[in-house]
C-alpha cells in the first residue's frame, strides 16, 4: 500500500504499534525504502522536533479488534492511539480498514466501537462490499486478499485532490 500511495501523490507516513513493530508485522526498512520516511511507534522526546507533517488524511489498516475498541472508546495510550483520537478531534478524513476473525467479531464491543467510530465521522471499511471477518485461526491465509486498494480509493475520494 505504501509503494501504491506514493505513486498517488500522497507523502506517505507510517505509524505503528509497538506490538506491530515487535511482532514483525511491519518491514521497517521496506517502509522507509518506499516512503523515505522511518516507521514511527513511539511520542517524540521533550523539545525534539516533530518527524511528520501534519497528516491530510489518514487510513488505519489493519485495524485490530483491540485498537477499534480502545480508539472509540477514547483510550490513547499509545503514540498510534494517540494519533487517531486526535485526527478524530481535528475532523481529519479518516479511513478505518479491520482485520479480525469472526470469533472476535461476535463480541458486542467490536460492533459497537465500529458504529461509534462511524457516528464519529471515521470511515471504517467493515461489512459486505468492503471487508468481512474471517474464520478463526485463517488470518495468515487472507492477507494476499486484504483489500489495501480499497482504503487507498476511498481516502482518495475523501480528500478529493488536497494532498501535500
Not at 84 to 108: I, K, R
Request: charged share 20%; with cysteine.
Amino acid at each position: 500500500m505504501v509503494e501504491a500511495a506514493v505513486a498517488d501523490g500522497w507523502d506517505v507516513c507510517v505509524i505503528a504499534t509497538a506490538a506491530a513493530e515487535a511482532g514483525g508485522f511491519v518491514d521497517g526498512a521496506a517502509v522507509e525504502a518506499a516512503s523515505g520516511r522511518p516507521v514511527r511507534s513511539d511520542w517524540r522526546r521533550a523539545g525534539e522536533e516533530k518527524r511528520n507533517p501534519p497528516p491530510d488524511a489518514v487510513i488505519v489498516a489493519p485495524l485490530t479488534m483491540n485498537s477499534v475498541n480502545k480508539w472509540a472508546a477514547g483510550i490513547a495510550d499509545t503514540y498510534a492511539l494517540g494519533l487517531l483520537t486526535e485526527a478524530v478531534g481535528l475532523g481529519l478524513p479518516v479511513v478505518a480498514l479491520p482485520f479480525w476473525s469472526t470469533a472476535l467479531d461476535a463480541h458486542p464491543a467490536t460492533r459497537r466501537s465500529v458504529r461509534v467510530l462511524r457516528e464519529l465521522g471515521v470511515r471504517v471499511l467493515y461489512g459486505p462490499g468492503a471487508w468481512e471477518p474471517h474464520a478463526p485461526g485463517t488470518g495468515g491465509e487472507q492477507v494476499d486478499g486484504y483489500p489495501w486498494g480499497l482504503a487507498l480509493e476511498v481516502v482518495g475520494e475523501a480528500v478529493e485532490g488536497g494532498r501535500s
